[in-house]
């Protein structure tokens, strides 16, 4: 069964701190691993990766993926009180009728404190 | 461009009522996917059309459960009669032909007591 498992599940640090979030999966049919943040209403989307090893940067926002030991990471530096949201890490399935099917994990749940 | 559009964003009905959700896409998105959150659960897959066609419903739970997309439009998910383990959010997301990525809706809150 396809699998996607994050950790920490919950995260608490005070502002400027380093956070890493974790996401390892075994899935079929693997086409790309997406990193969505989701605040009060809809996930919004983050990250796409597809090639392991290549770094994608947004601000203070950062991940990469590893594709032979099958994990992500998200990296979030000098946090503020607008990066508390649930992170969520789900990989979107290639080929027949799974398609553009996404497999979640549980999503970690950061509360950055000022 | 307008995001994905779901309605209501919450809805409070009794066991055995009926409930039914509505999702607008982002027009020109042919792929348009149901998924389910359950309370301490991750997210799931419910089903994927592709236009008006059902291309994928394995995750539908069972047959109290009808979604349609008639016109390839917007698309209605069903839940008759509801049962309390219905309660959950339910987001549509949808994407282009060949796309990597969706876009989300809100998610519509389903409580049933």
């Known amino acids: 069964e396809d699998k996607v498992v994050q950790s920490p599940l919950s995260l608490v640090v005070h502002e400027g701190d380093t956070v890493t979030l974790n996401c390892s999966y075994e899935?079929?049919?693997?086409?790309?691993l997406l990193w969505y943040k989701q605040e009060k209403k809809a996930p919004t989307f983050l990250f796409m990766l597809?090639?392991?090893?290549i770094e994608k940067k947004s601000g203070r926002l950062s991940s990469i993926l590893d594709k032979k030991e099958l994990f992500s990471i998200l990296n979030i530096t000098a946090t503020q009180t607008g990066d508390s949201a649930i992170y969520l890490c789900?990989?979107?399935?290639?080929?027949?009728?799974?398609?553009?099917?996404?497999?979640f994990g549980q999503g970690t749940i950061l509360t950055v404190h000022p | 461009e307008a995001g994905v559009t779901q309605f209501p964003s919450h809805s409070v009905i009794e066991k055995g009522q009926t409930v039914t959700l509505r999702c607008d896409p982002i027009?020109?998105?042919?792929?348009l996917y149901w998924y389910r959150r359950v309370m301490g659960k991750e997210i799931k897959f419910l089903l994927h059309?592709?236009?008006?066609?059902?291309?994928?419903e394995s995750g539908m739970p069972n047959n109290r459960f009808l979604a349609e997309r008639t016109g390839g439009t917007y698309s209605t998910l069903k839940v008759q009669p509801a049962e309390l383990e219905d309660s959950g959010v339910y987001f549509c997301?949808?994407?282009?032909?060949?796309?990597?990525?969706?876009?989300f809706g809100a998610g519509s809150r389903l409580t049933v007591l």
């Open positions: 997301a949808s994407g282009r032909p060949g796309a990597n990525v969706l876009t």
């Open positions: 899935v079929t049919n693997f086409r790309s």
């Open positions: 597809t090639s392991s090893g």
């Open positions: 789900a990989v979107f399935h290639a080929g027949g009728t799974s398609y553009g099917k996404l497999t």
């Open positions: 027009s020109g998105h042919d792929n």
């Open positions: 059309f592709v236009k008006e066609s059902k291309q994928d």
